[in-house]
């Protein structure tokens, strides 16, 4: 498994996925012939199946509770504080999954984002750019970056 493909996840978070996948797996489907199968019942078989690969697929590369290391170089698991352009307001997230973590009071940014993305194996200091969905550019720059359960609001 390649360094970006991780998804970073707290213990909890995977036992709470785990256990969804559980019981999705759990649930009888009615088997290959659907012919007088309710629509809103294929519809929901479907969506069920997607989900099952959706999480299988999750739980196949992630990494519990593994701490980064402490280097100041983003990386999922890392809680990253960030200036955008230069407005003087700071924003601080972790790089994970938003089904990651159960911390309300912490934002979650996907590594695979436009943000995300730009942001991986940056380092403190260092201004990175990418495209919002509107085409526009925009500068961010990386400000700290701390592992997850070390982090402490910036003062």
């Given at each position: 498994?390649?360094?970006?493909?991780?998804?970073?996840?707290?213990?909890?978070?995977?036992?709470?996925?785990?256990?969804?996948?559980?019981?999705?797996?759990?649930?009888?489907?009615?088997?290959?012939?659907?012919?007088?199968?309710?629509?809103?019942?294929?519809?929901?078989?479907?969506?069920?199946?997607?989900?099952?690969?959706?999480?299988?697929?999750?739980?196949?590369?992630?990494?519990?509770?593994?701490?980064?290391?402490?280097?100041?170089?983003?990386?999922?698991?890392?809680?990253?504080?960030?200036?955008?352009?230069?407005?003087?307001?700071?924003?601080?997230?972790?790089?994970?999954?938003?089904?990651?973590?159960?911390?309300?009071?912490?934002?979650?940014?996907?590594?695979?984002?436009?943000l995300g993305a730009a942001l991986?194996?940056?380092?403190?200091?260092?201004?990175?750019?990418?495209?919002?969905?509107?085409?526009?550019?925009?500068?961010?720059?990386?400000?700290?970056?701390?592992?997850?359960?070390?982090?402490?609001?910036?003062?």
């Amino acid at each position: 498994m390649n360094e970006h493909s991780r998804c970073w996840l707290t213990k909890d978070a995977f036992d709470r996925l785990s256990e969804e996948l559980s019981l999705l797996r759990s649930r009888t489907a009615r088997g290959p012939d659907f012919a007088d199968a309710d629509p809103d019942e294929l519809v929901h078989e479907h969506r069920r199946q997607r989900r099952i690969r959706e999480l299988e697929e999750l739980l196949r590369r992630v990494v519990v509770d593994e701490a980064p290391p402490d280097d100041g170089i983003a990386e999922p698991g890392m809680v990253l504080t960030v200036r955008f352009d230069d407005d003087p307001e700071t924003e601080t997230f972790l790089l994970g999954l938003p089904d990651g973590v159960e911390d309300g009071e912490l934002e979650v940014c996907s590594p695979d984002s436009p943000l995300g993305a730009a942001l991986l194996d940056a380092r403190q200091g260092e201004q990175r750019r990418y495209v919002v969905p509107s085409g526009d550019a925009v500068r961010v720059t990386l400000l700290r970056a701390v592992p997850f359960g070390q982090h402490r609001p910036a003062t």
